[in-house]
Nanobody, 124 residues
Framework: QARLVESGGGLVQAGGSLRLSCAASGFTFSNRAMGWFRQAPGKELEFVAS????????RYADSVMGRFTISRDNAKNTVDLQMNGLKLEDTATYYC?????????????????WGQGTQVAVSS
């Protein structure tokens, strides 16, 4: 059974940085693309970034392009999200998700396995 556990969330001032990490277990991590999504209070789930099985292919939401970087370590079964230049609008619960296959996607319906989320709050 797939298990995803996020860590690294917290409170940070605008302009600051945070690094989120997701530890995966219960499935063959290196066979599946991975992604990060977020949901702000009162808003719908939003795609943030995804990464291919080898890590060379990435995809980002326009809102985070150039500020966030997704990476993965297949030896450690982890996927990270480095967030720089944080803005107030980045405040949300961030979720790690495992794609159903090796293809990068931004569609949450392509991700059957999800973590519990980690909260990120950006203050002015």
């Amino acid at each position: 059974q797939a298990r995803l556990v996020e860590s690294g969330g917290g409170l940070v001032q605008a302009g600051g940085s945070l690094r989120l990490s997701c530890a995966a277990s219960g499935f063959t991590f290196s066979n599946r693309a991975m992604g990060w999504f977020r949901q702000a209070p009162g808003k719908e789930l939003e795609f943030v970034a995804s990464i291919s099985i080898g890590g060379r292919g990435t995809r980002y939401a326009d809102s985070v392009m150039g500020r966030f970087t997704i990476s993965r370590d297949n030896a450690k079964n982890t996927v990270d999200l480095q967030m720089n230049g944080l803005k107030l609008e980045d405040t949300a619960t961030y979720y790690c998700a495992a794609d159903r296959d090796s293809l990068i996607s931004a569609d949450p319906s392509e991700f059957p396995d999800w973590g519990q989320g980690t909260q990120v709050a950006v203050s002015s």
